[in-house]
Structures are given as C-alpha cells and as structure tokens.
DNA sequence: TATCGCCACTGTGTATACATTTGCTAAGCT
DNA sequence: AGCTTAGCAAATGTATACACAGTGGCGATA
C-alpha cells in the first residue's frame, strides 16, 4: 500500500471522528513526522482532502481542518438533496428490484435493533450503508456515485457529533422504509419526494445537534485568541 | 504564481481544448520538461486533475486523458440536471432580482448578435458564462457552486466538439430567457422545470454533435492498437 | 518454431536537500 | 511611546536523487 493513500486515508479519517477538529492547523513537517513518512506523499494526501473540502487554505496558517457549522450542513443538504433525489430517481428506473426487497424485509425487521442499544445503533447504520451502496449500484453513474461519496464524507463527520436517539432512528428507518417501496414500485417521483422529507428531517435533527455543540467559531469572524 | 497552479490550468485547458485528447499518456517526466518544472509540482496537478475527472489511471500505463463517449456525456448530464434545477431554484429564492433583469435585457437583444459569424457567438457564450457566475452568486453555497465548476469544465470540453448551429444558439437563448424570467419572478419551480427542458435539449444536441466524432474509443473496450 | 524465463529499461513512489516567501520580533528613530 | 523597518526563523514550494515495480524484448531450450 502507498504511503500517500495511507495517509490520506488516516488523516481523512481522524478528521471525520473528530479526532483532529475544526480549525487544527495541519503542517506538513509535523504530520509528516507523526504519519511517519516523507513530506511528498503527504502532500499528495493534503490536495486530495482539500479536494474533498475537509481541509481549506487559510491566509497566515497554512492547511487547517474546515469547520462544520450550522451554515455549512444548510449548504451541505442543499447539495444533498439535489444529488441523492436524483440518485433514488435513477435508482427507481433502473435498480434491481430483487435487491431493495431485501433492504425492505430488512428495513420492516429493524425496529427490534432499535431498543436502544448501541449494537442495535450500530446494525442499523450498517444497513443504511448497504441502502446507499444498492442504491449507487443500481445508478451506475460513476459521476454521481463519487459526488455522493465526497458527501457522505462530510455528513459522516456531522452524524458524530448530532445525537441520533432512538426515536429518531426509527424515524428515519420508516422513511428509509418509504423510499425502497417507492424504488420496488419503480416510482421515481415519490422516491425523490420521500428522499426530500427525509433529508427535510435529518437536517433539522443534524441541526438541533450540532447547533450548541460545533467548534464555537462560525468560520467567518476574526479568530479568538486560544493561548 | 506557484508552478503547480501553473501546470494544472496549462494541462487543464489543454485537455478542455482537445489539444490533449482523450487516451493521451500524461508521463511525468515528459510533461514536467514540456512544461519547464519539476516533477513534483507537476504531480500535485496530476492529483487535482485526477480529482477533477479529467484525467484517471489506467492499469499498465500511468495516468491518461479521459474518455468523452456518448454514455459519459448522458452520465455527465444526469448529475447536471440535478445540481443545475437545484442552483437555479435556489437562485430564484435568493437572488438580486436587478442582476438577472439586466441578463434578461440582454438576452431579448441576443438574436441580433447570433446571425451566424463567429462574433456574436463568441458574445453569447460570454453572456451564458454571466449567467452561469450570476446563478452562482446568487446561490451562495460554496458546496454547490464548486460542483457546478467542475462539472462545467467537462461541459466545455464537450461542447468544444459538439456543432452549435446559429438554430441551436438561438434555441438555448430563448431557453435561457426562460429561466431568467422565471428567477425574475421568484417562480422557483418553474426555473427548475425550463432548466429541465433546457438541458434535456442541450443533452440532445451534444450527443448528435459528438456521436461519432468522439475518440473512437468506447472507454470500456480493449484498446485497439494504435501504432 | 514456440514458449518460458531472465534481464534491462522505463516510469512511478518516496525521501531529502535547497530556496523562497511570509510572519514575527526586536530595535531604532521620530 | 508608538510606529516602522530590518533581520531571523519557520514553513511551504521546488528540485533532484534513489529505490522498486512492472513491462517488454531477447535469448535459450524443448
């Protein structure tokens, strides 16, 4: 395995855990030497999280880790909600039918995970991925499969600091549910016209989460000084 | 300006200009000394290439130019639709209705400027791109407006092949008046629908203008050998 | 003559050394 | 006392050298 794509992949994810938060400064030397590699694939590691917008160039401090505020996740669903309406749209007209049946029957059983337990949580995020991998599967665009996945990168990030409770979870189990018979039904208007309620609802939960709770800087003001 | 920007908008635009075309071997070596920099410079614009979808590795021969094939083109225009209806909806909601009425003034006096020679269409691709930055504006969602960047430089490229008869201009002009009016009076959904139409219409036009001029290659397919 | 194996060459991945730019600090002058 | 300038230091941008992997060609053997 590459040393760039290793790091690549170790910064990428210490950003989305929140291990390295909003506004670190990341050097090159510094993490070059924690990585433990040279500074040359590290850079390569640096443009394509910049590419990916979870790190930005700033004026005096080089690369830091971009910052999630209430703004950023309003603008991140709008993107959101265009992309995946049009991926379940797709999705509805060409899918595999066999294949979302079984997300359906798995997706009627979940409410016995959701009793409030963390495997239980932790099933259920496994299945909404497999939703989402069936769902780029039966699009086939590889446009707006990638588009999708720089997202999900993003939304990840956010989903670890919202709280997702229980009742949310099932919530959002029933509308996953509303959209794989929409995709069965192969009727694409009602899977992008449920996918819009659903990510109506997951932003306000993301934002009733993370609206107290985010670095504390909106990422336009002057920053305050943290000795 | 630092070498790498360099190198990556000189390859870029020659990618977009076709002076690079598709199936092209992008050699580090070979392009560093063409272009006068080092090799690693050249490498961090390889890697925002790369991210940008213009160029990809392929499996025995380093990095080459991507394909434009017609199903590129359809999978290129679906993310399209979908991020396009989204900006100019939100363009509706959000933007300086004064900005887009002088677009719109300068789009009633277009067909003046379309009467066949190269100057007047050189104007009207110069009016779509202030349409293109006003919509951008308007929106004011970083996420959106970078997706919609990189996606037009693809479009570009395509369009650099694809024949647009004065009919065709005439027709995307009165498509585009549409738009604006429909941004003017804040008809969100009907500024979606006409961007539908619009694009629906472009897509057709770029396939027949490109179908059999692409490079020959299916991008799937063996490579046919080329000595 | 055909096939298999080895050698050489080309090209990418990585590391390190060097240069340039920028920011901070200190000192001197007004 | 405050502001400006100069110098230093640190970090990024760049270049080059080296190592390893992959591929193609050539030769030998069956």
Do not use: C
């Not at 899918?95 to 029957?105: I, K, P, Q, T, Y």
């Not at 009793?115 to 590889?142: K, S």
């Not at 999708?148 to 997702?164: E, F, M, N, W, Y």
């Not at 208007?189 to 990510?199: D, K, P, R």
């Amino acid at each position: 395995m590459h040393a760039s794509e290793m790091a690549y992949r170790a910064l990428r994810d210490e950003i989305v855990d929140w291990e390295l938060r909003p506004g670190t400064v990341l050097a090159e030397v510094e993490q070059s030497v924690r990585l433990g590699i040279s500074r040359t694939p590290l850079r390569a590691a640096l443009v394509r999280l910049t590419a990916d917008g979870l790190v930005a160039p700033q004026v005096g401090r080089g690369l830091v880790v971009t910052d999630v505020s209430p703004q950023n996740i309003r603008e991140l669903f709008e993107v959101r909600r265009a992309l995946e309406e049009q991926a379940v749209r797709l999705a509805a007209e060409r899918g595999d039918v066999a294949v979302f049946e079984v997300l359906e029957r798995e997706l009627l059983a979940v409410s016995d995970l959701l009793e409030g337990d963390d495997p239980g949580r932790r099933a259920y995020y496994d299945l909404v991925r497999r939703f989402d991998d069936a769902v780029d599967h039966a699009v086939a665009n590889p446009y707006l499969v990638t588009a999708l996945r720089g997202l999900r990168t993003h939304l990840v990030r956010i989903r670890r600091h919202a709280k997702d409770d229980p009742g949310r979870l099932r919530g959002a189990a029933a509308e996953h549910l509303m959209i794989v018979q929409a995709i069965i039904d192969r009727d694409a208007e009602l899977a992008a016209h449920a996918t819009h309620v659903h990510l109506h609802r997951a932003l306000q939960n993301a934002l009733a989460g993370t609206a107290d709770r985010t670095s504390g800087r909106s990422g336009r003001g002057p920053d305050p000084a943290t000795p």
